[in-house]
């Protein structure tokens, strides 16, 4: 549901090739055409919901359409935002970096596949007709996703689970009255260690109306099962309460976790330790709910580190900086 353009006509026939697999019953699920390199990323608007303050909360990702290429990019020309009035930025020749409007607490570091509703923007309750604008150039390709109030963008936790395939894709009505995780990290939220130092970090995260339940379904466990072609237009995850940290800001290779954490993108691989990789296994959560771990980093840097909790549905994100010295 987000809305992008594109200056690239690769980006038009990519689009035309999902567009044909969401249509062709051969193809559904996901396109089976997978490339690891050069391929496109794409800033991604999600939908908007009313914050209760009469203010409002703008939904951003991104689709990085690569299998294994990650990028890098700092805030700056190549990863901006910008307010503008309706339309104004259509025209993807126009250059409206502002320093000063560019930092939205966007990512600088960008995951392989799909990363839906990674982040978000509150905008005041006068925003009326204006735009937010995201700017992404890679590749030689600049996209945009623009972020409005238009009521067909209105979304609630219910849509979030629909387009994330949370619950194995239910359309449960309770998940409109779905409450997010809560978390806590334990620390401070500046840290400062030196390359090849371990950083232990501890989280604290519960699931307090614990819905959607935990399944108890049988994960697939016959070959026939687990490498079946999928069955639904989005990649399906079971609910259940879980936790990830991921490099939010900075090299992701440069930062190793122990143990190794489970991705938080939408890698619908096998086996390939996501939520929606089948067999779709959702580790229990640790007794007294408190995630332990440790990171350590090659490279010396400001690094935002982004720790994730989930119920498959909805999720809860907080950040913690650490700088790191040689």
């Known amino acids: ?16 090739l999902l567009l044909i697999g969401l249509v062709s019953q051969g193809a559904i699920g996901q396109e089976r055409r997978m490339v690891n390199y050069g391929e496109l990323l794409s800033p991604a608007y999600e939908g908007w919901w009313p914050n209760d303050d009469g203010t409002f909360k703008l939904f951003f990702g991104y689709m990085n359409s690569n299998w294994k290429q990650q990028f890098d990019l700092q805030v700056g020309p190549k ?3 910008q307010i503008v009035g309706a339309g104004e930025l259509d025209d993807l020749t126009i250059e409206a970096y502002d320093p000063e409007l560019a930092d939205m607490g966007q990512p600088t570091h960008f995951y392989p596949r799909r990363n839906p509703f990674l982040f978000t923007v509150d905008v005041p309750a006068d925003f009326g007709e204006k735009e937010l604008v995201w700017t992404l150039s890679a590749q030689d390709h600049t996209a945009r996703a623009y972020g409005s109030l238009l009521a067909d963008y209105r979304i ?4 979030i689970s629909t387009e994330v395939g949370g ?37 604290y995260a ?16 016959t070959p026939e099962r687990i490498y ?7 990649a399906i995850s079971g609910p259940g309460l879980r936790f990830s940290w991921s490099v939010y800001r900075g090299p992701e290779a440069a930062a190793t976790f122990e143990p190794v954490q489970m991705k938080t993108y939408t890698d619908t691989r096998v086996y390939a330790n996501s939520p929606w990789s089948p067999p ?27 720790g994730i909790a989930s119920d498959g549905s909805l999720f809860t994100y907080e950040n913690i900086t650490v700088t790191v010295s040689p």
Request: no cysteine; hydrophobic share 35%.
């Open 1 to 16: 549901m987000f809305r992008v353009h594109s200056n690239n006509l690769r980006s038009l026939l990519t689009v035309g």
């Open 79 to 81: 990863n901006y935002f």
């Open 156 to 159: 609630d936790p219910q849509v």
């Open 167 to 203: 619950a194995f894709g239910s359309l449960d009505d309770r998940l409109r009255d779905n409450v997010a995780p809560e978390l806590r990290v334990e620390g401070d939220s500046f840290r400062r260690v030196r390359v090849g130092e371990v950083l232990d970090l501890a989280v």
């Open 206 to 221: 519960n699931d307090p109306d614990d819905f959607p339940a935990r399944s108890t379904r049988p994960a697939p466990s």
């Open 228 to 234: 079946r072609p999928p069955s639904s237009i989005v």
């Open 280 to 306: 779709y296994f959702i580790p229990e959560p640790p007794a007294d709910n408190r995630w332990q771990s440790s990171v350590t980093f090659t490279e010396p840097g400001e690094y935002v580190l982004r």
